[in-house]
């Protein structure tokens, strides 16, 4: 039977004393503190569009945004549009986010920004296309390939929207493979610390890892990625019909999706409200970590061999990388690394850069263009590039098991 938790009265009148006097918390990241890497006037706050709505805005019109309905959240090569994309975990998230600071009176156009944009740098085939990207990157460079690193390019380099450091840090930081009981956040006060920290991030990915955010809000976000895919990736498993919703452990928070999104944020809000931390107490926060180890044992450590990545997707960005290398160094106009990707950049930002787009490092172009694609475009792109080679893609179909189903009767 599923059970679900409440605020405790106490906590519930104060939230109520607090929204009917006005006397809030005063804890979220006020919006005249905004830090930009250029003082543009249309950026400034405003009494009708305040620091960060500016961040919004420019995720939510950023080309590659369009780009998450078809990226493999977990799920590759189904034919299934019940599975989750990027475009609803990202909204998740921002739901799940919104509502915890809220509750805390956090700076909610922040941690929407940091939501919407924090996997806008993802690549198609969602972390086992990520692992083959940086394999090649590390191989051509000797430096890493992370998508919450490259979701900052995305947004500060590629197309240099003069996005807020704040924003910026919680993409950075967002790292949802590592849970933690108490969040606190670290002081972050310029560009050129920011700066410092996403070179290193390219060189050693344990420091990467180590990274927290600055913010109270980049922290909720942190948290909130967690509790946004643990249970719904249970029930795309369970679409696949790669496990039963009854295998996993019914532990504090729960084993269902809709009870681990309420006891995780109850208990959120419960240890986190006028806290300078956000923190979960001990028993949910033992929950979460058995929970995601659960998901690891029964999902991600079998999804990526179920839908057989490794044996066509891996050899296909292989030869994608190498030709769309080669093309760029010999300055092949007609290659799709110049006509769908330079050009398309080129043509959708229009203020003037320091330096030229197709003057960076040709690694760096490729992999920008590979993490751009959306599964199906990666697939496209490998028949075009490839049109004899023997790699064959096969999609899981609608109606797969129910047509061997029906052979098997017939016979």
């Not at 380099?157 to 924003?167: A, D, H, K, M, V």
């Not at 029930?235 to 019909?241: G, I, M, P, V």
Request: hydrophobic share 35%; glycine share 4%.
């Amino acid at each position: 039977m599923p059970k679900f938790e409440v605020l405790s009265q106490e906590l519930t009148e104060k939230i109520e004393y607090a929204q009917r006097t006005g006397n809030h918390p005063q804890v979220a990241f006020p919006n005249d503190r905004v830090i930009r890497r250029q003082n543009i006037a249309k950026d400034q706050n405003s009494v009708w569009r305040p620091s960060f709505v500016h961040d919004i805005d420019k995720v939510m019109h950023c080309p590659y945004y369009n780009r998450y309905t078809d990226k493999t959240q977990v799920f590759s090569l189904y034919k299934n549009d019940d599975l989750t994309r990027r475009s609803l975990h990202v909204q998740l998230v921002s739901r799940i986010a919104r509502t915890i600071g809220a509750a805390l009176h956090l700076n909610l156009d922040l941690i929407e920004a940091i939501s919407l944009s924090h996997d806008i740098g993802h690549t198609p085939f969602a972390h086992t296309g990520e692992v083959f990207l940086d394999e090649l990157y590390y191989a051509q460079t000797g430096l890493h390939f992370s998508h919450n690193i490259h979701s900052v390019r995305v947004l500060d380099r590629i197309f240099p929207y003069n996005i807020s450091l704040q924003t910026l840090d919680g993409i950075a930081t967002h790292n949802g493979e590592l849970e933690c009981e108490e969040y606190y956040p670290r002081p972050l006060h310029s560009f050129e610390e920011f700066d410092r920290d996403i070179r290193r991030c390219y060189e050693d990915k344990a420091y990467m890892m180590s990274l927290m955010p600055s913010t109270l809000e980049a922290n909720v976000v942190r948290l909130s990625d967690i509790i946004a895919y643990l249970g719904k990736d249970r029930q795309d498993a369970a679409l696949t019909k790669l496990t039963p919703v009854t295998m996993y452990s019914n532990t504090d928070i729960g084993s269902i999706n809709s009870e681990i999104i309420n006891n995780l944020v109850v208990n959120v809000i419960e240890n986190s409200y006028e806290k300078p931390y956000i923190k979960l107490d001990a028993a949910h926060f033992e929950a979460l970590r058995k929970s995601k180890m659960d998901n690891y044992s029964y999902i991600y450590n079998r999804a990526a061999a179920v839908s057989k990545l490794s044996a066509s997707i891996k050899p296909m960005m292989e030869n994608i990388y190498g030709q769309l290398l080669e093309d760029l160094k010999k300055g092949n106009k007609y290659s799709p690394v110049f006509t769908h990707h330079i050009d398309y950049v080129n043509s959708n930002f229009h203020r003037k850069r320091e330096t030229p787009y197709e003057a960076e490092e040709p690694n760096d172009i490729v992999v920008d263009y590979i993490a751009s694609m959306t599964d199906n475009y990666f697939i496209d792109l490998h028949a075009y590039l490839f049109p004899n080679s023997p790699i064959r893609v096969e999609y899981k179909g609608y109606f797969d098991e129910e047509t061997m189903e029906n052979t098997a009767k017939k016979g």
